[in-house]
């Protein structure tokens, strides 16, 4: 059974650091595509950073570009994203989420509501406040 387990979330005062994980397990796709999104309250869901397995190719929203690193363990199923220098507007709730490759990462990452992305895990809160 697919599942997807997020953690590394909590309170943060602006300009600090949090580093979320999401580790993989139950599947046995050769290629796959994680991806990290974030909803805030009475807001869509929108894509954060994207990773591939294989190649390990990237994309990034432009409001993180820059802070934000992902990063994945290929071989441990688990997938990082290194936030830095976060600001209240980064407070919400942060989903990981995989799905088999469809074509460019980048491409996967952008469709709206994730819905590139099958299976997702239960969230965790980040929150930005002095």
């Known amino acids: 059974q697919l599942q997807l387990v997020e953690s590394g979330g909590g309170l943060v005062q602006p300009g600090g650091s949090l580093r979320l994980s999401c580790a993989v397990s139950g599947f046995t796709l050769d290629y796959y595509a994680t991806g990290w999104f974030r909803q805030a309250p009475g807001k869509e869901r929108e894509e954060v950073s994207c990773?591939?397995?294989?190649?390990?190719?990237?994309y990034y929203a432009d409001s993180v570009k820059g802070r934000f690193t992902i990063s994945r363990d290929y071989a441990k199923k688990m997938v990082y994203l290194q936030m830095n220098s976060l600001q209240p507007e980064d407070t919400a709730v942060y989903f990981c989420?995989?799905?088999?490759?469809?074509?460019?990462?980048?491409?996967?990452?952008?469709?709206?509501?994730?819905?590139?992305?099958?299976?997702w895990g239960r969230g965790t809160q980040v929150t930005v406040s002095s």
């Open positions: 990773i591939k397995s294989n190649d390990a190719s990237t």
């Open positions: 989420a995989v799905g088999r490759v469809l074509g460019p990462v980048q491409a996967m990452c952008v469709l709206p509501n994730g819905r590139a992305f099958t299976s």
